[in-house]
């Protein structure tokens, strides 16, 4: 039986109440996800990508660092969106660091 499931069992059987307490830890354990950045271990080395793709976040930045501009990197990833550009932004915001070394030790490999 797969975890979605065996959830949907459990809470048919919860109360309101329940629900309401278990709706409130799943907030805060999604406090800091990002829309639209996924990371999936075996997926790119587990870094953050962009939903439906393969493109590592790290990727998006460092262009733009070199200087790509948003048109450019659209126009080079087609299946990219503005909304992904946006949400790689704000997750390079809240995580500077992790991208950084991110960025090192792929320049270094």
């Known amino acids: 039986m797969s975890p979605i499931n065996e959830a949907e069992k459990l809470l048919t059987g919860m109360t309101r109440g329940e629900k ?32 439906r793709t393969r493109i590592p976040v790290w990727v998006l930045v460092r262009a ?7 048109q450019d990197l659209l126009r080079c990833y087609p299946t990219l969106r503005a909304e992904d550009l946006s949400n790689a932004w704000a997750y390079y915001r809240s995580h500077p660091a992790e991208i950084e070394r991110q960025i090192q030790e792929n320049e270094d490999a």
């Open 64 to 70: 733009r660092q070199l200087g790509a501009s948003e």
């Open 20 to 51: 309401a307490l278990l709706l409130q830890w799943i907030a805060r354990d999604l406090g800091d996800a990002f829309p639209g950045i996924d990371s999936t271990p075996g997926v790119c080395g587990g870094e953050p990508c962009i939903v």
